[in-house]
C-alpha cells in the first residue's frame, strides 16, 4: 500500500500563491510511475491538474493552469509539491494527489490512479 498526505491548503486572496505538498509512504515507491495533483470543486467533475513522472521529473499540466502551477518533486524526502501562482477565484477547490504504478498516466478524471490522499483545501476569494 502506498500512502499519500496532503498539506499546505489554506485560503488566499486572486493573484496569490500557494504550495501545496504530497508526501508518500509505505510500499515500494521506486515502482510509482506517476503522482498527479486532481482537484474538485463543489458540483463540479473531479479534474487533473498536473502529474510528475517520478523516474524522470518530466511533468504535464492542464491547459488552464499552464504558466501558472508547477508541479516537482523530491524523491529523498518521497513528496511532490504543486507551487501555485496568479491564483483565481476558478482554482477553488478540494486538491487530491494520486499515485499510480502502471504506466498509464492520463491527466483525466484520475479514474485510473490507484493510491489517492485524504485531500486539502484550497480557497481562492477576490
Known amino acids: 500500500q502506498v500512502q499519500l498526505v496532503e498539506s499546505g491548503g489554506g485560503s488566499v486572496q486572486a493573484g496569490g500563491s500557494l504550495t501545496v505538498s504530497c508526501a508518500a509512504s509505505g510500499y515500494n515507491l521506486d515502482l510509482l510511475n506517476c503522482i498527479g495533483w486532481f482537484r474538485q470543486a463543489p458540483g463540479k467533475e473531479r479534474e487533473g491538474v498536473a502529474l510528475?513522472?517520478?523516474?524522470?521529473?518530466?511533468?504535464v499540466y492542464a491547459a488552464s493552469v499552464k504558466g501558472r502551477f508547477t508541479i516537482s518533486r523530491d524523491n529523498a524526502k518521497r513528496t511532490v509539491y504543486l507551487q501555485m501562482n496568479s491564483l483565481k477565484q476558478e482554482d477553488t477547490g478540494m486538491y487530491y494527489c494520486?499515485?499510480?504504478?502502471?504506466?498509464?498516466?492520463?491527466?483525466?478524471?484520475?479514474?485510473?490512479?490507484?493510491?489517492w490522499g485524504q485531500g486539502t483545501q484550497v480557497t481562492v476569494s477576490s
Open positions: 510528475i513522472y517520478l523516474s524522470s521529473g518530466a511533468p
Open positions: 494520486a499515485a499510480e504504478p502502471s504506466w498509464r498516466c492520463p491527466l483525466g478524471h484520475g479514474d485510473e490512479y490507484k493510491f
